[in-house]
């Protein structure tokens, strides 16, 4: 979505009728950018030191949690390297564990990506893909199945990115942006400005390479930079779309044979999101769950964030790396978060914040709100959500914003009860 387009009433894209096989052969294909291998048996101990960016107990190792009266003990079971719980519209942190912990990110750092270039392309620009576009792409990458010297709309690149984790989407992207290593820098360059300082960025797709890490804390703010825009919040939380393949050839031959030029009709195929607390796919969908990205790789195992809004109220909650080897660990863990956080929100005390970024050529770190002490938009001067937004004019330039549940059709369709949901404007009270 460019940036001059509202967000859209809903945002699920339900699949045409006869495409339940092609859907479910999706499901069950949706592979990770690499095959998650097993934990070695002596894991790594996070470091007694990490950075203090959004609060001391925050750079803690282990655990941390402030319950008040009423607040409910945290979920038994976690195991997950490092994990972050904090209310999206305050930026209040409720609980942690390793928060600063620097870890392979996985396909999450496509947030940071998406983030950084969204603002960049109208949605209906035309790109006919070169070959030299493709180069590059780690082996065993996932893919959305772009093919060279055939065009595709960015609005088609970005749903191939949300929703397949493509990382020939990107790569596409990438090369539209000026190439793989000018995007890395832009990348790098955003993430200082969100105060994301645990992040150092190699690749754009998050594909495993030496020296590529990011962590918990750095991860949700980039969730919460991007849900600022209208376009980010309709792709991840699409959960099924229609993709263009090639031209039908038959229809090709046929129309030559008569002498018509007209340009020949495409096929389309089926995606599915590999957010599978949005799609219900192996586990139960997430109420109130609307993305954001999810990740998978050797060196990073599995990596997931996930937003969510239940009675007004919105939660954001990280999960790196769970070392338990159950199948969808990483969202049983999330949900059990959610849960929490949930139940929690208004007994728990913050153990820190999400800081605001830093203003746009100021050259400087945001400012590092106290817990328990976080600004609301709509009173004078420009709030950390406008100075995350100020090059995308679909953002919420004014007010938080919050999730608002919707009927799933198309997860019913595979026999899954659950629902995707669109994210919209809510004024914030001065």
Not at 26 to 47: C, E, F, H, V
Not at 199 to 217: C, K, L, N
Request: proline share 7%; net charge positive.
């Amino acid at each position: 979505m460019d940036s001059a387009t509202p967000a859209p009433r809903s945002l699920l894209r339900v699949m045409p009728a006869g495409t339940l096989a092609l859907a479910t052969a999706l499901l069950l294909g949706a592979a990770p950018a690499q095959a998650a291998g097993p934990r070695s048996d002596k894991d790594p101990k996070p470091p007694a030191r990490m950075s203090t960016v959004g609060g001391d107990r925050l750079g803690r190792p282990g655990t941390q949690v402030d319950p008040g009266p009423g607040t409910p003990d945290l979920p038994k079971g976690l195991s997950g390297r490092s994990w972050l719980v904090a209310d999206a519209d305050s930026g209040k942190v409720l609980a942690a564990h390793n928060a600063h912990w620097r870890l392979p990110p996985a396909s999450t750092m496509k947030m940071l990506f998406a983030d950084t270039v969204l603002p960049r392309f109208p949605k209906t620009r035309i790109h006919k893909v070169d070959p030299s576009d493709l180069l590059g792409i780690g082996e065993g990458s996932s893919m959305v199945g772009i093919k060279e010297n055939l065009t595709y709309s960015v609005h088609d690149l970005w749903l191939g990115v949300f929703l397949r984790s493509g990382n020939d989407a990107v790569h596409v992207l990438a090369a539209m942006n000026g190439g793989v290593p000018k995007t890395v820098r832009d990348m790098q360059a955003r993430a200082r400005q969100l105060n994301a300082l645990d992040t150092h960025v190699v690749t754009p797709d998050g594909y495993d390479e030496r020296g590529q890490v990011s962590s918990a804390y750095d991860l949700t703010l980039f969730a919460r930079a991007g849900l600022r825009r209208a376009d980010f919040r309709e792709y991840c939380s699409t959960a099924y779309a229609e993709f263009p393949g090639d031209y039908k050839k038959d229809d090709d031959r046929k129309r030559k044979a008569k002498g018509d030029e007209s340009v020949p009709e495409r096929e389309h195929f089926g995606i599915q999101n590999t957010n599978r607390l949005l799609t219900g796919y192996g586990v139960p969908p997430y109420k109130g769950i609307a993305g954001v990205k999810n990740g998978n790789t050797t060196n990073a195992g599995a990596t997931f964030t996930g937003v969510a809004e239940r009675g007004g109220r919105t939660l954001l909650v990280t999960v790196m790396n769970p070392s338990r080897q159950e199948l969808n660990e990483v969202y049983k863990e999330t949900a059990k978060l959610f849960d929490w956080g949930f139940a929690a929100a208004g007994s728990t005390r913050p153990v820190g914040t999400l800081v605001d970024p830093a203003p746009k050529g100021s050259g400087r770190a945001g400012k590092n709100n106290a817990p328990g002490a976080a600004r609301h938009s709509g009173s004078a001067g420009r709030s950390g959500a406008q100075a995350a937004s100020s090059d995308a004019s679909d953002s919420d330039s004014l007010g938080t914003w919050t999730v608002v549940g919707i009927a799933a059709g198309a997860v019913a369709l595979l026999g899954a009860a659950g629902g995707a949901v669109l994210l919209r404007r809510r004024r914030a009270m001065r």
